[in-house]
């Protein structure tokens, strides 16, 4: 903690509760979260009861390079990852909820592609896939955007998402919209998971 500015230390050493800090680049974000992770470990907290998220697969290298260094002696490293990674995780051990078997594929854009293509090419691949990814990242139903829809191409777009959504399930594939799309909605239906999941990772 000795290396850090007054509003770091006050974020790093804040235990219970929820927190918010704003910060921009180059302000210490990794360092100050990385910090805190450590100081709850110091206090005895269990390294299974905490969960450290980011966005990129850059920045979850960071930080668990950094987080390392600062608690050598952890027997079990702390859960340190991307959302989609935690999302992945996640859905190995519960997609069976949503009748699905976890030795699920994850598809890549040219698997995404092959298949929008099969389904139809009306409309360019770059647009359907833009506008799927946006739907899936608004919990956007391919309902949802049929009764929005204000001209054809909208209608077509909905029965593509209608589409494609069923031959994922179908073949049991996920795209990577769905780590955080089927996690969502996992822990929004069923309560019991999201208890448990919140009581496991309390930090």
Not at 24 to 45: E, M
Not at 108 to 124: E, F, G, L, M
Request: neutral net charge; hydrophobic residues 40%; proline residues 3%.
């Amino acid at each position: 903690l000795e290396e850090l500015n007054p509003s770091q230390y006050e974020a790093a050493t804040h235990i219970d509760g929820a927190l918010l800090i704003l910060a921009g680049a180059g302000s210490g974000k990794t360092k100050t979260i990385t910090s805190r992770l450590a100081y709850l470990l110091s206090l005895g907290i269990d390294p299974q009861n905490t969960l450290t998220l980011t966005f990129t697969n850059k920045a979850a290298s960071e930080m668990r390079e950094r987080a390392l260094k600062l608690m050598p002696n952890t027997t079990y490293p702390p859960l340190l990852a991307t959302f989609h990674k935690f999302g992945l995780i996640f859905l190995k051990m519960n997609i069976h909820l949503l009748g699905r078997s976890n030795t699920f594929v994850i598809i890549d854009t040219d698997d995404k592609k092959k298949i929008i293509k099969n389904i139809s090419q009306d409309i360019p691949f770059n647009m359907v896939a833009k506008e799927i990814s946006k739907y899936k990242n608004n919990f956007l139903t391919p309902n949802d955007i049929f009764s929005m829809a204000k001209d054809e191409d909208s209608k077509k777009l909905s029965h593509i998402y209608d589409e494609y959504i069923k031959y994922l399930t179908k073949n049991n594939l996920v795209d990577f919209d769905d780590l955080l799309l089927l996690t969502y909605q996992i822990l929004e239906e069923f309560n019991d998971v999201a208890e448990k999941y919140s009581k496991k990772y309390q930090y």
